[in-house]
T-cell receptor, first 117, second 113 residues
C-alpha cells in the first residue's frame, strides 16, 4: 500500500532532550516536506527536500534540522526541544516538487503529536 | 506574496443541506489550488485540485469546488452534506516563487444530524 509513515505518533518529552521523528514513504517520491499544525495558524512548512541531499528551509525552520540521505526517508530532528515546539507534525511527499509543469498531489503521514514540557 | 485565506473558522450545516467552505487566494501568475480534508486523528487527504480549464472541479466524496478568477476564490461545495463530512478542511495554493505549498488556516465543518 502506498503510504507515508511517521514514528512515533505521540511523544511527550522534556525541554532540551534531543529527539527525532522519522518519516518514510514507499512511493519513490522526489519531494518531501515537514509541516507543523497549530490552532488558528493552519499548516506551516518547516523544511522541504527536492531530492536526496537537497534540503531547504520552509517558513518556520528555527529549532529544527532535517536530513535526506535516502530517497524514502526524511527525519525531523529537534536538537534541543522547547515548549513552543509543542505541536502536531506532518510529513508529506509528492512525486515531483511543486513548480514548472508539475502539480502533483501531496500524500500526508498520519501525524505526530509532540508535547514538550 | 502568495497566500490563501479561509475566512471562517467553523461552518455549521444541517445534514442534507448544501455546504460551502470558502477560500480566497492571492498569487502572482496562474493559481494552482487544492483542497484537503483532515478527519480526527488522521493526516490530510487530497480532495481536489484546480490547474486550468473548467471552473467547476469535481473531487472525492461528492465534493466540488468553484474557481472564480474575478473574485479570486476557490470555494468548496457539496450539494447535500453528510454527518460523516464533519472534519477540518484546508485550502492550499502552490507558491510559484518557491518550491512549496501554502495552506490556509483551516475551516472546521460540522454537519448536524
Amino acid at each position: 500500500e502506498a503510504q507515508v509513515t511517521q514514528n512515533p505518533r505521540y511523544l511527550i518529552t522534556v525541554t532540551g532532550k534531543k529527539l527525532t521523528v522519522t518519516c518514510s514513504q514507499n512511493m519513490n517520491h522526489e519531494y518531501m516536506s515537514w509541516y507543523r499544525q497549530d490552532p488558528g495558524l493552519g499548516l506551516r512548512q518547516i523544511y522541504y527536500s527536492m531530492n536526496v541531499e537537497v534540503t531547504d528551509k520552509g517558513d518556520v525552520p528555527e529549532g529544527y534540522k532535517v536530513s535526506r540521505k535516502e530517497k524514502r526517508n526524511f527525519p525531523l530532528i529537534l536538537e534541543s526541544p522547547s515548549p513552543n515546539q509543542t505541536s502536531l507534525y506532518f510529513c508529506a511527499s509528492s512525486l515531483n516538487p511543486p513548480g514548472g509543469g508539475y502539480l502533483d498531489t501531496q500524500y500526508f503521514g498520519p501525524g505526530t503529536r509532540l508535547t514538550v514540557l | 506574496a502568495q497566500s490563501v485565506a479561509q475566512p471562517e473558522d467553523q461552518v455549521n450545516v444541517a445534514e442534507g443541506n448544501p455546504l460551502t467552505v470558502k477560500c480566497t487566494y492571492s498569487v502572482s501568475g496562474n493559481p494552482y489550488l487544492f483542497w484537503y480534508v483532515q478527519y480526527p486523528n488522521r493526516g490530510l487527504q487530497f480532495l481536489l485540485k484546480y490547474i486550468t480549464g473548467d471552473n467547476l472541479v469535481k473531487g472525492s466524496y461528492g465534493f466540488e469546488a468553484e474557481f472564480n478568477k474575478s473574485q479570486t476564490s476557490f470555494h468548496l461545495k457539496k450539494p447535500s452534506a453528510l454527518v460523516s463530512d464533519s472534519a477540518l478542511y484546508f485550502c492550499a495554493v502552490r507558491d510559484v516563487t518557491a518550491s512549496k505549498y501554502i495552506f490556509g488556516t483551516g475551516t472546521r465543518l460540522k454537519v448536524l444530524a
